[in-house]
Nanobody, 124 residues
């Protein structure tokens, strides 16, 4: 079992940057592939990015490619989502998730553990 706690959300102007953190406790973070999802009001939770357990591979949804970077620090048991060139449409609650399945996982049903979410608001 692993517990995930996100932080780093906030209010930022369009074009700005934020770095979200997801601290994992319990089983070692390196036992899981990690993902970031987001959910805007009235919309379903959607995949943003994922990172393999060994950090060797990443995958991003098209609307964040070139702007967001997912990376992990095994020593700190933490995964990050660096978000640059933020747009108002990036406004959402961002969730960190862990899966015991290996390979690219983009469906919410494929993830076993979730954090509580952190709000990101991008003003125009």
């Amino acid at each position: 079992q692993v517990r995930l706690v996100e932080s780093g959300g906030g209010l930022v102007q369009a074009g700005g940057s934020l770095r979200l953190s997801c601290a994992a406790s319990g089983r070692p973070f390196s036992s899981y592939d990690m993902g970031w999802f987001r959910q805007a009001p009235g919309r379903e939770r959607e995949f943003v990015a994922c990172l393999s357990w060994d950090g060797s591979s990443t995958y991003y949804t098209d609307f964040v490619k070139g702007r967001f970077t997912i990376l992990g620090d095994n020593a700190k048991n933490t995964v990050y989502l660096q978000m640059n060139s933020l747009k108002p449409e990036d406004t959402a609650v961002y969730y960190c998730a862990a899966t015991q399945r290996f390979g690219i996982q983009i469906k919410t049903s494929e993830y076993d553990y979730w954090g509580q979410g952190t709000q990101v608001t991008v003003s125009s």
